[in-house]
Structures are given as C-alpha cells and as structure tokens.
C-alpha cells in the first residue's frame, strides 16, 4: 500500500538543437501558491520547472520527444495530459489524475510513486500513428527558403534570403551546424543534394556572380567545395537532381529556356539540353521534380495563356512534352510521388490550393484527383511525399488554420486526410522528408529550421521506470505500456482492460523490459490473449499478487519468469502456454488456479522438466476442470500442493516414462509433491503418461 504525504513534480526539457536561445518556462513558486492554466514545456529548454506550490489542474503538454519534465511540487497533477514522446520525472511522490493521458512517452519515477486518482475510467490512449513531434531546431540570420536532405538521412542543407548555403549534421536528436557559405547575399530559391554522394547544387536569384552552384559536402573536414558555378543571366528558382545523379534539372527566368538539365560527373556539370515553354513562364521556386524512374519531368510554371503543370518525357539526351494541364493559376509548387504516378500540387491562390494529379504517360494526360481536394484556400509554398507514397507534408502561408501539415494519403480513394497540424506565426517556405521516411525538416520567415520526428508503431508506448504506481478506477489500456527498472502497479481493486487490439512491439500490452521487474497486484486484468502480457527477454520477472486474469483468447509466455504471490485465478475458455525456458515460481502461501475450461500448456523452449516451481507445501496449483497438457518434455512437479478439483484431463505425448508427468522426483521425501484430491474429482488421463513418484 503506498501513502502520499505530499505531492510533487517538476519539468524539465533537454535541449537536443543548436543556435536556440533557452526560454525555460517556470511555473509557481516555493513561497506562494498559484492555480495554473495549462501549460506547453518547449522542446528547447533544459530547465522548466513546476515550482513547489504551483498547483496544475488544467494539465500540460511536452512539447516534443525530446522534452523533460520533472515534478516537484506539493499538489496533485490533473486535466489533460499530453506527453508527446517526452519524458516526465518524479523527484516526489505524485497524486495524480488525469482526464486523459493523450500521447506516449516516458513516465520515470525514480523509485517513488504515483497513484491515479482519477474517478472516472482512465484511458491510456496513444497519439495517432505517424504524428509528427519536434525533435531540433537552429535559428539562422534570416528566413529559409530551401531545405534538403542528404540520402543518408545524417545531414541537411538549407539556403535562406541572404545568400547562405549551410550544413548540418542531424543524429537523430542532435541538429549541428558543419558548414557555410555565403553565395553573395543574394536569396538561394533551391537547394538539392545528390541522390548518392554528398553534392549539394544551389539556385539563387540573379546578382554579382553565378545563379547556379555545385558544392561537394567534406564530412571529415567539414568543408564544403565548389565543384561548379554557372552564370544564367537569369534568376534561377527550382533544381532536382535525377534519381541517377548524373543529370541536373534547373528552372530559371530565361524567357527562351525556362527549364535547363545538365550531365553531372563528380559534382561537375555540362550543359546537356533546354526546353522553352511557350508562352513563356517562370518555373516557380520548389516546382520541379524527376518522376522515380527519371523517365519524366515534372514543373509548375507561373499562370499565362497555356498549360501551369507539365510533365516532360526525359530520354537522357532531350526534353519533350508528355502531358500537360492548365490549372488557372500559378503552380507554387510540386512533387512526384516516389512510388507511383500521381503529383502533388500547391496554387498560389483559389479555393482548392492544394491538389493531387494523376499522370498517364502512355495516354499523356494529366488528370486531376478531385477526391484529394482539401479546402485549402491558402497558398502553399512547399509539398513533399513521404517515401512509401503514403503521406504528404505541406508548407503554407499564414492565414486561417495551420501552416505546416501532414496528409495521409489513400491511393484507392485517392483522398488525403489530415493527421497533424502547427500553427506557426510565420510563412512555411519548405518541407522536406529525410530518405529513410524518419523525419521531417521545415523551413519558414521566421529563421527556424526545425526537424521532426514521424512516430511509428514500433514507438508508439508508455515507458514507465522505476516507479510504484497505483490506481483508483477501472483502467483501458489503448496502447502498449513498456517498464523498465523496478516497478508496481497496485490496482487496488480496480479491472484493467487490455482488451484494446495493440500493433507495437509483437502485439504486447504490458511489457517488462530487459532484466526488469513488475509487480501487477490487486486487481483484475480482463481482454488477455496472444503476447498482451510478456517480458522483453529471459531476465525480465513478472510478479502477479492477487490477480484474477481473465483470458478472452490463447496466450503464450514465451520469455521470462513468473512470481505468483498470494493468489493468480487464471479463467476462461482457452489455452495459458508456458513456453519460457526459464523457472517460474508459486510462493509461499500462494495459489496459481485455473479454472473450469482453461487449458496449461506446459511447453518450454528447452527440455527441463522443472520449470514450474513451488516454495514450500504452501505453494497450490489449483486444477479446476482445468487440462493439463505436455508435450514429449517431461513435467516435474515437486515440493508444493497439487489440488485437483472436479474432471481433470490429462492431454500428454508422453511415450517413455522420462516424458511423463511427474509427481515427485523419486529422490527426496522433502521433494514430494502432495496431492489433494476433491470429492467426485480426478484426472482423466487422455493420452501419454502420469507417473506418481513421491517417495
């Protein structure tokens, strides 16, 4: 039982970026107190703090995976609570009761605890899957323009308003500016790395020097190299590298070649072909895009008298119109999808800015997918897709609703449907998707490059360390709860419902990590079935004290020990397969009981017979109507009390008396198994063999 005399926390958020400025959010105090409205912990701070006399009803939120919190204060947690992948930190034990737990991430408790005090069901409910959360951020001179990915996913580059062409490494969580150069403080429209190599080619509006560059990325020195620099006479505003790296596609002012490719050979390039698009119009700055295969071309032009959206067909030598659409307005921006044959599409004005085409090279046609419109009446500066062809990321002007987005896309239905959006108090100039589908960069007027991290399934769990926990009401678990270290949850009484179907880490609700403990007591787990209940691995213990568990379908322990404690009732209709190779032990004064209908399928992964162990005669297995099935390994019980309690069937493939059913090891009379057999009660041996060897 755990008391709470008082309740504390604090926050605090770990800074993973560079070139930010820390703005830590401090709330209360230690002398007053103070009710607090909800409250948002930034990702680039590594000191927020709850002060000791702050109370917090209206919950809070992490700002992203990267963010701390610790709590340390004197009064209950209570309202909406939305981690976003972060991590909270107990420095006092903690009242706690939210309305919801909103999004995952990492409760430590640093030995102490935690009790939900919440009245009504408490429900662990997961973010939506492949949600974005901020991960880093930099602040640069001025706005950005362009932003691109190397194809290992560990560097990004950017171009801003003033010229500067920069470099950062990116580790997952740490965003570090290597390098920089400044093309003559004139604007950079595009930036694009090569497909394999560490080249970065660079468009820039027209000024003193060249419009059009090629620089190689050195990684041990951390240098960037130009390998090319060509004067256009003309503004240039778009570049895509094709998906071979040995052809350049730029789009520039140049009323009689708006759109130029070059052959490149270790970052040099020569001039290969030019298309002229009549009437003439500008390629916009992020409108130029190689479909997967570089067989075709795609661009957004500025609105005239003809076509916005082309689709060139590229043969390695010429560039020649496959398809063609006319829009009514300028193209702002596009990209091929990297999977199949559809083009998203940003407008710079109109009711549906944003929009997604179908490209039939064999008909030349390009179709609009009007079942993809949104309603965006904004002007979109900047779409990429994801990868897989399964998600869109949109970069907008400010206006009504949010600037930054994530589309799921539906290639059956042809639909995008929202999964995330930011607000932002600046325009959204570029968006980007790291090669490996991780992450998501943006660019805006406000300075910021800020990388995000898209969550996976594989991530999507609670992390509770080294905490007690206990709880107050009946509990729906929505998402996998993973523990680390040393930790308890006392139910108190209360049903906790895993019910809920779980996608993470093989289908696992509650999972106790490497060489962890969790003591589940007190309570009734209702909805257990498959892998739901496991351990991580063989050093992981799971402890059961006073649980009734309640299976709605067959389960395997396949990693791991069980302590059974005081009592675990196993009931249902299915079969509880124990195939760990590890020995699981009924302590003193304990019972492990399955009921009527249940199946115990003992099947480990090794051949030892001992694997289900008793304390002491105290120690029960109680079979109520329960089978008891083997395989050819042979079961040994011995020490502790068998109960058998109605019609017992015995299911074994036991063919030799070393794979029998073994009550007794035939050694030691302090080994003997004692047996209690209940009136009108038996076993019912079906198959193989059972063998009485008590001495």
């Not at 130009?226 to 596609?249: C, K, M, R, Y």
């Not at 300028?330 to 599409?345: F, G, K, Q, R, W």
């Not at 007591?521 to 991580?536: E, Y």
Request: proline share 3%; glycine share 8%.
């Amino acid at each position: 039982m755990y008391k709470f005399k008082k309740y504390g926390y604090s926050f605090f958020v770990v800074l993973f970026m560079v070139h930010c400025p820390l703005y830590p959010v401090v709330v209360g105090s230690n002398s007053a107190v103070s009710v607090q409205a909800a409250v948002t912990f930034p990702y680039t701070d590594n000191n927020n703090t709850i002060l000791g006399f702050a109370s917090c009803p209206n919950g809070f939120t992490l700002d992203g995976a990267s963010t701390t919190c610790t709590y340390n204060a004197y009064y209950p947690v209570a309202g909406r609570i939305t981690l976003n992948g972060g991590s909270f930190f107990l420095s006092k034990d903690l009242a706690f009761k939210p309305s919801l737990l909103a999004t995952t991430g990492t409760i430590d408790g640093n030995s102490l605890g935690m009790q939900f005090t919440t009245t009504a069901s408490l429900q662990w409910a997961a973010a939506p899957l492949n949600q974005l959360y901020i991960l880093a951020s930099a602040v640069l001179p001025s706005a950005v323009y362009s932003v691109n990915w190397a194809y290992d996913s560990g560097f990004v580059a950017t171009g801003d308003n003033t010229g500067n062409l920069r470099v950062f490494s990116f580790d997952g969580r740490n965003l570090v500016q290597r390098a920089t150069v400044n093309l003559t403080n004139v604007r950079i429209n595009g930036v694009s790395w090569h497909p394999s190599d560490y080249y970065i080619a660079a468009v820039r509006n027209s000024g003193t020097n060249q419009e059009l560059y090629v620089y190689r990325y050195n990684v041990g020195p951390a240098t960037l190299t130009q390998t090319t620099a060509i004067e256009l006479g003309f503004d240039a505003f778009a570049v895509s590298w094709h998906p071979t790296g040995n052809f350049l596609a730029i789009g520039n002012a140049d009323t009689a070649n708006e759109i130029r490719v070059y052959s490149a050979a270790a970052g040099v390039l020569t001039a290969l072909t030019t298309f002229n698009i009549a009437p003439n119009a500008n390629v916009s700055n992020d409108a130029l895009s190689f479909s997967p295969t570089g067989t075709y071309l795609a661009a957004g032009v500025a609105s005239n008298a003809g076509s916005e959206l082309y689709v060139y067909t590229f043969n390695g030598t010429t560039l020649a119109i496959n398809a063609q659409a006319e829009v009514g307005v300028t193209v702002s921006c596009l990209d091929y999808s990297h999977t199949n044959s559809v083009i998203a599409v940003g407008l710079i004005s109109g009711t549906q800015c944003l929009r997604v085409y179908q490209h039939d090279p064999g008909a030349g046609t390009l179709t609009e997918l009007t079942s993809a419109r949104v309603g965006e009446t904004v002007t979109v500066n900047s779409v990429h897709w994801s990868p897989d062809g399964t998600q869109l990321v949109m970069g907008r002007n400010t206006g009504t609703g949010t600037e930054f987005r994530l589309y799921a896309y539906d290639s059956t239905a042809a639909t995008l449907t929202q999964l995330y959006g930011e607000n932002s108090t600046s325009v959204v100039r570029t968006v980007a998707w790291s090669p490996n589908a991780k992450y998501v960069a943006r660019g805006d007027d406000a300075f910021n490059l800020r990388i995000y991290n898209r969550v996976s399934p594989a991530l999507d769990y609670f992390v509770f360390n080294n905490i007690k926990m206990a709880l107050s009401s009946n509990t729906t678990l929505k998402n996998m709860a993973r523990f680390k270290g040393v930790c308890a949850l006392d139910g108190k009484g209360i049903t906790l419902d895993l019910s809920a179907s779980f996608t993470a880490t093989n289908g696992n609700a509650i999972l106790v990590d490497a060489g962890s403990s969790l003591l589940l007591q007190n309570m009734t787990i209702s909805g257990v079935s498959a892998n739901k209940m496991a351990c991580l691995d063989n050093l992981g213990t799971l402890s059961l004290e006073n649980v009734t568990w309640i299976q709605t379908d067959s389960t395997v322990f396949s990693l791991g020990r069980l302590y059974i404690s005081g009592e675990l009732r196993v009931t249902g209709t299915t079969v509880f397969a124990y195939t760990s190779n590890q020995q699981s032990t009924i302590g003193s004064n304990s019972m492990l009981y399955f009921d009527s209908g249940m199946t115990f399928s003992y099947n480990p992964s090794s051949s030892a017979n001992n694997l289900l162990a008793f304390a002491d005669r105290t120690s029960l297995l109680h079979l109520y109507e329960t089978t008891l099935q083997t395989t050819t390994t042979a079961l040994q019980l011995t020490k502790g009390t068998l109960v058998i309690d109605g019609v017992c069937p015995v299911v074994s493939g036991a063919q030799n008396v070393g794979q029998a059913i073994s009550f007794g090891d035939g050694v030691s009379a302090n080994n003997n198994l004692t047996i209690r057999v209940l009136p009108e009660s038996g076993l019912n041996v079906v198959s193989g063999i059972v063998r009485y060897n008590n001495i």
